[in-house]
């Protein structure tokens, strides 16, 4: 339901001084009041179903806005409250986004971005001057430690990696030692192998065993390391 058809059907909830539409069903505020509706100091939408506050910002002249126990998840929706600069009084709780970490200090570093500079109370909680440089401070430690969180994943990706192509790197050495000359021997004993390569890659070492040691064994085993598996081991004859 729109809130213009809460207020033609139940105009008992406006009067100058508030607007207090809370659990009537509101799911939408994108359509424009009329002005009188607008200029309204204290607005009431708490339980109902806003998912987004895109049209919030009509209530330009609000000091008192209640959201609470929607269904708002999105810290970027708070940008529409942007042409509130009046407001100071701001309630969240209750909505999905109040459960994620570091809310207040989202809630005050959006309300920053969009000058709400007087907003002076959050979910009943008065806010104090330092938070607002505090609430800055903590999402940015959140970020860095993120970002670190992320790179030791991927460290210990490449390490896993390092780990299953450690055992390749050894044979190969051994190998290498005894071989000489070019590379060579027989592509139909090499068919197993290639077969293996091209399902498992290098996370199939024992593919080579069936080789016996020699010249094709070395080929192979470069292969696979160079991560060339059977698409450049004569793909026509795997």
Not at 33 to 48: D, I, K, M, W
Request: with cysteine; glycine share 8%; hydrophobic share 40%.
């Amino acid at each position: 339901m729109q809130l213009h058809h809460v207020l033609r059907h139940a105009p008992h909830v406006f009067t100058p001084e508030r607007l207090n539409a809370s659990s009537r069903g509101v799911a939408t505020l994108e359509q424009l009041l009329p002005s009188r509706f607008q200029a309204t100091p204290v607005v009431y939408l708490s339980h109902n179903a806003l998912r987004s506050l895109r049209g919030a910002g009509q209530f330009y002249v609000a000091r008192t806005l209640s959201l609470a126990g929607n269904a708002l998840a999105d810290f970027g929706e708070l940008y529409h409250l942007a042409p509130c600069t009046q407001l100071q009084h701001l309630s969240l709780q209750g909505n999905p986004l109040a459960c994620r970490p570091f809310y207040r200090s989202r809630v005050l570093c959006a309300a920053a971005h969009c000058g709400l500079t007087r907003l002076s109370s959050l979910d009943g909680e008065a806010i104090e001057p330092q938070e607002w440089g505090v609430a800055a401070a903590s999402l940015q430690r959140h970020a860095r430690a993120l970002s670190l969180l992320l790179s030791q994943e991927c460290r210990i990706h490449q390490l896993a990696l390092l780990a299953r192509l450690l055992p390749l790197h050894r044979e190969l050495l051994a190998l290498r030692a005894g071989v000489a000359g070019p590379s060579g021997g027989s592509w139909a004993a090499a068919k197993p192998c290639l077969r293996l390569l091209a399902r498992g890659g290098a996370q199939a070492p024992g593919a080579y065993s069936s080789l016996g040691s020699g010249p094709l064994r070395l080929d192979l085993l470069l292969r696979c390391v160079m991560g060339r598996g059977c698409s450049s081991a004569r793909p026509h004859e795997c």
